[in-house]
């Protein structure tokens, strides 16, 4: 008995088979067709319905979970992509449950996907309450608390790139929020541009690059060299991670944070400072009873996390 399990990027498609005993034995990726909109749903059924031929009868498939980059809305049991043009309200369990009645269909957010992965086969196993911060193109938290993913009236809990960390409010945080717009793949460029405008005299390996070519990479890279500018840049992201951390940590009381995406990566580096940084802001109890550290899977959480959904089999979405 097999699981099929897909993460679903604003790019690209995930997909992999889990076998009954929890291990990948097929993984694979692709990129979205370019139409978007209904074609990335249809691109996602050719999909598993490939994989359900290749598996039956010998090895049949149980379930197909799928994780999302947005909001999962249960009752309705559409899908908010923000960055997959057409997909605001898209039906997409409707469209992969009439696939087969006899193989449950499961979906959410990625953030729930990357905390469950975590709980399930990665470095939250064992904790009841855990939340996994996931810092990429956007920020976001799977949280988990008393056991049971957080999810809110509406299923939007854990849009944490909206948190509001440094006054006054400015027009750019419209768009994604105050920590996202500082703290993120994009907002640790946007941050290094905002520098290198103040200190346009100063000498640093980033103004080699055009201001419009700035990658978080190049951040990297050139603070690893002691880079001044970088290293600045770096300790205001160490700010803006400590001070969210410290919040989570103060509202939620987690066991652990895990931090997840691709700027963890090369941010795991950083990750004691972090804690040190959240430790000047959180409730002094559950600071020192909570442990930082990184994804145990190696960007995989949210793939482990849409197979747990049918392990789980999540009754919200059946």
């Known amino acids: 008995m097999s699981i099929i399990a897909f993460d679903l990027g604003g790019t690209k498609l995930s997909h992999a088979v889990f076998s009954c005993k929890g291990e990948i034995v097929i993984e694979d990726s692709a990129f979205l067709p370019p139409e978007k909109g209904k074609e990335v749903g249809s691109f996602i059924e050719r999909t598993a319905r490939h994989l359900i031929e290749q598996l039956t009868p010998t090895d049949p498939v149980t379930g197909i979970g799928i994780c999302v980059p947005g909001i999962y809305r249960s009752q309705e049991k559409t899908v908010w992509a923000p960055n997959i043009p057409g997909w605001d309200n898209y039906p997409l369990w409707d469209q992969i449950s009439q696939i087969d009645p006899n193989i449950e ?102 103004h080699q690059i055009d201001s419009g070519n700035i990658r978080a990479q190049h951040v990297f890279d050139a603070y690893k060299k002691g880079d001044p500018i970088a290293t600045a840049v770096i300790s205001k992201l160490i700010q803006y991670w400590g001070m969210a951390s410290a919040n989570l940590v103060s509202i939620f009381n987690p066991q652990k944070i895990i931090f997840g995406g691709g700027v963890f990566g090369p941010a795991s580096q950083l990750i004691d400072e972090i804690y040190t940084e959240a430790s000047l802001w959180a409730q002094p109890l559950s600071i020192k009873e909570v442990v930082f550290e990184k994804s145990g899977l190696d960007g995989k959480a949210g793939i482990y996390g849409a197979a747990a959904l049918v392990r789980k089999g999540r009754n919200r979405d059946s």
């Open 105 to 206: 269909t499961q979906i959410d957010s990625d953030r729930a996907c990357c905390i469950l992965g975590e709980v399930w086969k990665g470095n939250a196993q064992g904790c009841t309450d855990a939340i996994f911060m996931t810092v990429g193109t956007g920020i976001g938290a799977g949280i988990l608390s008393g056991g049971q993913i957080i999810r809110g009236a509406s299923d939007i809990a854990g849009a944490i790139g909206w948190m509001a960390l440094e006054p006054p409010f400015k027009d750019e945080y419209i768009q994604c929020g105050c920590y996202e717009q500082t703290a993120s793949g994009e907002g640790v460029a946007k941050t290094a541009r905002k520098f290198l405008r103040v200190a346009a005299g100063t000498n640093s390996l980033l």
